[in-house]
C-alpha cells in the first residue's frame, strides 16, 4: 500500500502523469510537478523504494491547478484553499475556461492585438534563447537605428554581453513606437524602466535564498516561484493603473 492506502500497481509515475497532462498543458515539466506537491497542492502516495504513485485523483487535482493557473490566472495560495474546501466537501470554483481579459500584446509578425489575456505564471517561462542582430531587430520592430539608440540610452532596450538582442527588446520597441504615436518620447518612459527594475529587485529578494538551498528541488521550485511572482506583479500594476485611469477619465 502506497502512503494514501491506494494499491501500489494502481499508481502512475511521474513520467505517467506528464505523459498525460502534456496534452493539454504542453509547457508542463516533472520539475512543475514536483514543485506543486511541494507545494502541498498533490500528495501522491510513495512505493517503499520512495518513488512518487500518482492515483487518477492525483492527475484530476493537477489539472484543476494547471487549469486555474493558466485560464484563471489564480495564485498557488488561492488555488490551494479551493482544493482544500473541497477536500471538506464544499465544492470547488470549477476551472474551466473564461473570457481572457484585456492587455495590450504586440507579436514579432507585426500585428498588434489588443484583446490579449493577461499574462499569467507560464508566460515567464524561459525559453531557448533567440539572438537578434541589430539589423534584424530595427526590421522586425519597424523603427530607425535613430530611436533604437534612443532606447538604448534611456534604458528601455538592453542588449546583451554579447552585442545581440532576445525577441522581447522587439516587442519593448514596438510598444513604444505605438507610444510616439500619442506624442510620447523614449525620454518620457524611463520612469517605466526604474519601475520594472524595482519590481525585479523585489522578487530577487524573495527568491533568491530558495535558489541557494541544496536540495534538488530548489531551482524548480524557485523558478516557479519567479514566474508566479512576476505574473502576479504584472496583474498587479496593470490593475493599479486601471484604478488610476479611472481617476483621470471619471469612471
Known sequence: MTAAGRPQRDGLSIGAVLAQLRGDFPDVTISKIRFLESEGLVQPGRTPSGYRQFAAADVERLRFVLSAQRDHYLPLKVIKEQLDAADRGHAAVAAGPRPP?????????????????????????????????????????GIDPAMLGELQQFGLIRPGAAGFFDPDAVLVAKTVKAMTEFGIEPRHLRAFRASADREVGLLEQIVTPVYRHRDADAKARADEMVKELAALSVALHTLLVKAGIRGVTGG
Open 101 to 141: 481579459r484585456k492587455l495590450v500584446s504586440l507579436d514579432l509578425s507585426g500585428n498588434e492585438d489588443f484583446g490579449a489575456r493577461m499574462p499569467g505564471p507560464d508566460d515567464f517561462a524561459t525559453e531557448r534563447e533567440i539572438r537578434l542582430t541589430q539589423e534584424e531587430l530595427l526590421s522586425q520592430a
